[in-house]
């Protein structure tokens, strides 16, 4: 598979002044689109090539001598979503079951704003601040460098980049300033909500085919064809006694 650089949801200058056109030329222009070089570079040469982008992050996470394919294909994941988390037509907040279940999982949404904006200041070096959905509910983490919360099953619905090329040329050494405006003026709160409703329509999609795979198996003659092979490797007395249980079963399931 060769992955492609996604075109930015936005015109470059639209972020204007929170986020630069010159920042937006450099991060996804240069920096994501280097990610992206490097892993069709290295994609072509290994054993990933029939795989999607979220099974490429996956599977060379536990795989030390892939952790160039791992840093560039999750780089790749985790640009594409930063980008659809912005909008320049900011609602500034959300609304409805969103905002009801960050009121549940933090107190106000004030209170989920400071939460999200001191986790990403104290985000050590390069990384990323994640909300994200789970067992817990709502969650604010933190992930080093390219690592990202699908890594521990959790369902992502917001990031915002913290490594320094994504906001050196408008804020410095400004990282709360800048993650301030993120969270303040930046979301697509109605892409936050669209994550949100996908990880329970995930789950139950994921459940019903859970069920569905499981009751073809058991319908399988796959499943009676082994246990026909497991009674035949029996002999003499041990044969027939579950040649008669086998009988019982039958007789006992026709009734
Ligand atoms: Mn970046």
């Known amino acids: 598979m060769t992955f492609k650089l996604p075109p930015l949801p936005y015109a470059k200058d639209a972020l204007e002044p929170h986020m630069s056109a010159e920042t937006l030329e450099l991060h996804h222009g240069k920096h994501h689109a280097g990610y992206v070089e490097t892993l069709n570079e290295l994609v072509s040469k290994r054993k990933f090539t029939k795989k999607s982008l979220g099974e490429i992050v996956q599977i060379s996470t536990y795989s030390p001598s892939d952790s160039t394919v791992f840093n560039n294909a999750a780089q790749h994941w985790n640009h594409s979503f930063f980008w659809r988390c912005m909008t320049p037509r900011g609602t500034r907040q959300p609304d409805g079951e969103l905002m009801r279940r960050l009121n549940d999982a933090f107190g ?34 933190t992930t080093a460098n390219a690592k990202n919360p699908t890594l521990s099953g959790l369902h992502p619905l917001l990031v915002c980049d913290v490594w320094e090329h994504a906001y050196y040329l408008d804020y410095q050494n400004k990282r709360e300033k800048f993650v301030r405006s993120f969270i303040e003026e930046l979301v ?20 019903r085919d859970y069920v569905k795979s499981l009751t073809e198996f058991i319908k399988s003659e796959y499943v009676e064809g082994k246990a026909v092979e497991a009674r035949d490797a029996y002999e003499g007395d041990e044969r027939e006694e579950l040649l008669r249980a086998e009988q019982e079963g039958r007789q006992h399931a026709a009734t």
């Open 108 to 141: 106000d949404f004030g209170t989920f704003k400071d939460a999200f904006v001191e986790s990403a200041v104290d985000q050590f070096g390069s990384g990323w601040a994640w909300l994200v959905a789970g067992p817990n509910g709502l969650e604010i983490k």
């Open 188 to 207: 697509d709160w109605d892409f936050v909500a669209e994550r949100m409703k996908l990880s329970g329509e995930g789950n139950r999609l994921a459940a």
